[in-house]
């Protein structure tokens, strides 16, 4: 196409005479002008002609599949759903992605994090994704991202533009934002094989408010071409030093370039405030840590937001804001007293004496309290809560739909809501496809798609009842507990080995199913008190080519992140 070779020629902002230009797009040079014609509009008024000179105002953000990005493998791509999924697709078939560059100059299906769409107009935003494969576990993945957000600082400070990184991947120059990072990934043949999104406003949009531009920020005037080289020959400096080293040593520099670094700022969560507070810095894991009123908070990215203070109105809250979060489990009730969104403190109890609920109450109570709680316990437990406090307590059971997560459970009031609860509270902690795993007097396995699908799950016995129905019905089995070992040599061994394996036979199947369903990454998240049990017992492989995290009282996350958005 004629006026996309032109394009390409003319997108370095250098002078070019008509009739090289012509030569070029094998073409006459009274052609020219309508053949520009046929370009983008809003790239039309960027021309300046002077004796049979043509000049564009200012460098684009467009690149010629021609350059040189050594030792790296480039691909320009008119136009694509998605540079990651290029990239993300080739992984998944088996093709090497290491250190391939994939450049779209139109994305139909651009995503930035927490599922936001990149939005953007030809020639304006340099839009790339690199691929690149290492040795790590699943669980590091989620630091890489702070490694190429200071990968495009550091190039960017080497071509004059002063930027700085907002926590986690945000590049950002005062209260603009210059660019954004969307790290993906695919475990293969043991190994990671990273796919790195990054999106760089290069020219200012008038359609845009309170972005920042490299044209506009740069002492220099870098191509196109200037920037991705930069930043890819930093990345590969950087990711090598990680996968040796870890974020550890990066740490301080990072910090250098963190523009909230010491600053007030507040974390919004689809603009409900969750936290507010200084920050202290960031940790060698990448969490963001962050002094509160109630104390040090370290805080994952998920579906935070970071912002300062002169850019929020007053954050949006919950009308009550003083909470007594209840989950009543079979054997235990666990409560958490909550404030702004924030989780103060957290108890537990038998049923058999609630006496410390009911301190509690008396302790930490306020005018204004509400109770929500989820229970799977039975009708003579739930009396004995009520009793233990003085105001009524709202039950909430499982439901047809909420935070956007849709249940497909047949018949939703026998779903039971602890069950519910635990895939609400897994959006604290991923955004991927996964499997939430209970381990209480019964097991759960249940499955939840990264575009919010709860698919159901399975329940099977506990620990303890799988140990007690052996030991019940047959006559040889009466042994104490044993412990759990690959190859058990004893008969209590033995026991608690296959009940463990069992338990983690059931989350490998569902992770696998799960996979095959959605082609997309699949985190566990594991609670209940057998959790580090099971979590340990699973095979080394699978935690290094997964992201299993263990999360205490996902339940009241659930509640927690229930009442955020009512």
């Given at each position: 196409?004629?006026?996309?070779?032109?394009?390409?020629?003319?997108?370095?902002?250098?002078?070019?005479?008509?009739?090289?230009?012509?030569?070029?797009?094998?073409?006459?040079?009274?052609?020219?002008?309508?053949?520009?014609?046929?370009?983008?509009?809003?790239?039309?008024?960027?021309?300046?002609?002077?004796?049979?000179?043509?000049?564009?105002?200012?460098?684009?953000?467009?690149?010629?599949?021609?350059?040189?990005?050594?030792?790296?493998?480039?691909?320009?791509?008119?136009?694509?759903?998605?540079?990651?999924?290029?990239?993300?697709?080739?992984?998944?078939?088996?093709?090497s992605i290491h250190r391939k560059v994939v450049v779209a100059h139109r994305q139909s299906a651009g995503r930035g994090r927490q599922?936001?769409?990149?939005?953007?107009?030809?020639?304006?935003?340099?839009?790339?994704?690199?691929?690149?494969?290492?040795?790590?576990?699943?669980?590091?993945?989620?630091?890489?991202?702070?490694?190429?957000?200071?990968?495009?600082?550091?190039?960017?400070?080497?071509?004059?533009?002063?930027?700085?990184?907002?926590?986690?991947?945000?590049?950002?120059?005062?209260?603009?934002?210059?660019?954004?990072?969307?790290?993906?990934?695919?475990?293969?043949?043991?190994?990671?094989?990273?796919?790195?999104?990054?999106?760089?406003?290069?020219?200012?949009?008038?359609?845009?408010?309170?972005?920042?531009?490299?044209?506009?920020?740069?002492?220099?005037?870098?191509?196109?071409?200037?920037?991705?080289?930069?930043?890819?020959?930093?990345?590969?400096?950087?990711l090598p030093q990680f996968e040796q080293q870890g974020f550890a040593p990066m740490q301080a520099v990072y910090e250098a370039a963190?523009?909230?670094?010491?600053?007030?700022?507040?974390?919004?969560?689809?603009?409900?405030?969750?936290?507010?507070?200084?920050?202290?810095?960031?940790?060698?894991?990448?969490?963001?840590?962050?002094?509160?009123?109630?104390?040090?908070?370290?805080?994952?990215?998920?579906?935070?937001?970071?912002?300062?203070?002169?850019?929020?109105?007053?954050?949006?809250?919950?009308?009550?804001?003083?909470?007594?979060?209840?989950?009543?489990?079979?054997?235990?009730?666990?409560?958490?007293?909550?404030?702004?969104?924030?989780?103060?403190?957290?108890?537990?109890?038998?049923?058999?004496?609630?006496?410390?609920?009911?301190?509690?109450?008396?302790?930490?109570?306020?005018?204004?309290?509400?109770?929500?709680?989820?229970?799977?316990?039975?009708?003579?437990?739930?009396?004995?809560?009520?009793?233990?406090?003085?105001?009524?307590?709202?039950?909430?059971?499982?439901?047809?739909?909420?935070?956007?997560?849709?249940?497909?459970?047949?018949?939703?009031?026998?779903?039971?809501?602890?069950?519910?609860?635990?895939?609400?509270?897994?959006?604290?902690?991923?955004?991927?496809?996964?499997?939430?795993?209970?381990?209480?007097?019964?097991?759960?396995?249940?499955?939840?798609?990264?575009?919010?699908?709860?698919?159901?799950?399975?329940?099977?016995?506990?620990?303890?009842?799988?140990?007690?129905?052996?030991?019940?019905?047959?006559?040889?089995?009466?042994?104490?507990?044993?412990?759990?070992?690959?190859?058990?040599?004893?008969?209590?061994?033995?026991?608690?080995?296959?009940?463990?394996?069992?338990?983690?036979?059931?989350?490998?199947?569902?992770?696998?199913?799960?996979?095959?369903?959605?082609?997309?990454?699949?985190?566990?998240?594991?609670?209940?008190?057998?959790?580090?049990?099971?979590?340990?017992?699973?095979?080394?492989?699978?935690?290094?080519?997964?992201?299993?995290?263990?999360?205490?009282?996902?339940?009241?996350?659930?509640?927690?992140?229930?009442?955020?958005?009512?």
């Open positions: 196409m004629p006026a996309f070779r032109l394009l390409t020629l003319l997108a370095d902002g250098r002078a070019h005479h008509i009739t090289e230009l012509a030569r070029a797009i094998e073409r006459v040079p009274q052609q020219l002008n309508s053949i520009w014609q046929q370009v983008p509009a809003h790239l039309q008024p960027l021309l300046r002609q002077r004796d049979g000179v043509w000049q564009l105002s200012r460098p684009l953000a467009w690149l010629d599949d021609a350059a040189n990005l050594a030792p790296f493998a480039l691909t320009v791509l008119r136009e694509t759903t998605s540079s990651n999924d290029v990239l993300l697709n080739a992984a998944r078939n088996g093709e599922g936001r769409t990149w939005q953007h107009r030809v020639g304006e935003c340099l839009m790339f994704s690199v691929g690149w494969t290492m040795s790590v576990a699943q669980s590091q993945v989620g630091a890489v991202t702070l490694v190429v957000a200071l990968a495009c600082q550091q190039a960017l400070a080497k071509l004059g533009c002063e930027v700085q990184i907002k926590w986690p991947n945000d590049l950002v120059i005062g209260l603009d934002k210059l660019g954004g990072i969307l790290v993906e990934s695919v475990r293969h043949n043991g190994q990671t094989h990273l796919v790195i999104g990054i999106g760089i406003n290069f020219l200012s949009s008038p359609n845009v408010e309170q972005i920042a531009a490299v044209q506009a920020a740069c002492t220099s005037k870098p191509t196109a071409h200037d920037v991705l080289n930069e930043v890819v020959q930093q990345l590969n400096d950087l963190h523009r909230d670094q010491q600053q007030d700022v507040v974390l919004l969560n689809d603009g409900v405030l969750q936290h507010q507070g200084r920050v202290l810095g960031i940790d060698d894991t990448g969490a963001l840590r962050l002094q509160t009123q109630s104390g040090e908070q370290k805080i994952v990215s998920g579906e935070i937001s970071l912002r300062r203070p002169e850019q929020c109105a007053v954050p949006t809250q919950p009308t009550e804001s003083h909470y007594l979060l209840l989950d009543g489990g079979n054997s235990r009730l666990k409560w958490a007293w909550v404030q702004n969104g924030e989780i103060l403190q957290t108890h537990a109890a038998h049923y058999r004496d609630l006496t410390a609920l009911a301190n509690d109450w008396q302790r930490h109570s306020q005018p204004h309290t509400r109770i929500i709680g989820s229970a799977v316990c039975d009708a003579e437990k739930l009396q004995q809560v009520q009793a233990a406090l003085p105001l009524p307590i709202q039950w909430l059971g499982s439901m047809e739909q909420a935070l956007g997560i849709r249940n497909h459970y047949r018949h939703v009031n026998e779903h039971g809501a602890d069950r519910w609860f635990n895939v609400l509270g897994s959006r604290k902690f991923t955004q991927n496809a996964c499997v939430v795993v209970s381990c209480g007097t019964a097991v759960t396995v249940d499955a939840l798609t990264h575009n919010n699908h709860y698919l159901g799950g399975s329940i099977m016995p506990g620990f303890y009842l799988m140990r007690e129905s052996l030991l019940r019905r047959t006559a040889q089995l009466n042994r104490p507990e044993g412990e759990y070992y690959e190859f058990p040599t004893t008969t209590s061994n033995a026991i608690t080995t296959g009940m463990t394996d069992a338990i983690c036979g059931a989350i490998m199947m569902m992770h696998a199913r799960l996979q095959q369903r959605t082609h997309t990454q699949v985190d566990i998240i594991i609670t209940g008190g057998g959790a580090l049990k099971v979590a340990k017992a699973l095979p080394e492989r699978f935690v290094l080519d997964n992201n299993v995290k263990i999360v205490d009282n996902l339940v009241i996350f659930g509640l927690l992140n229930w009442i955020n958005q009512q």
